[in-house]
């Protein structure tokens, strides 16, 4: 049973920073892609990063690229979005996902097989 608990969500001021922290266990991640998505009220889930686990190589949306940050921990299977220069268009709940293989770039949320619950994070201007 693979479980994804995500964590470090709150309430920031537009300009700071945020760390997410992603919590994988039930299964070896060696193979795998791990990401980052987020949805906002009203709008569809969006892909924000994405990471290969073994290779360590990354990939993000052009809107977070620069101010976004993925990287992941082998030794705590945990997998980090290091967020900084938030804006109060990051306001969305962010979701940790994994999927087996190394498709790095194919970032359609329907390709990713397991989720976490989501953790909320707001951005005040």
């Known amino acids: 049973q693979v479980q994804l608990v995500e964590s470090g969500g709150g309430l920031v001021q537009a300009g700071g920073s945020l760390r997410l922290s992603c919590a994988a266990s039930?299964?070896?991640?060696?193979?795998?892609?791990m990401g980052w998505f987020r949805q906002a009220p009203g709008k569809e889930r969006e892909f924000v990063a994405a990471i290969n686990w073994s290779a360590g190589t990354t990939y993000y949306a052009d809107s977070v690229k620069g101010r976004f940050t993925i990287s992941r921990d082998n030794t705590q299977n945990t997998v980090y979005l290091q967020m900084n220069s938030l804006k109060p268009e990051d306001t969305a709940v962010y979701y940790c996902?994994?999927?087996?293989?190394?498709?790095?770039?194919?970032?359609?949320?329907?390709?990713?097989?397991?989720w976490g619950q989501g953790t909320q994070v707001t951005v005040s201007s």
């Open positions: 039930g299964r070896t991640f060696s193979s795998s892609v």
């Open positions: 996902a994994a999927k087996s293989g190394t498709r790095l770039y194919a970032t359609n949320s329907r390709t990713f097989n397991y």
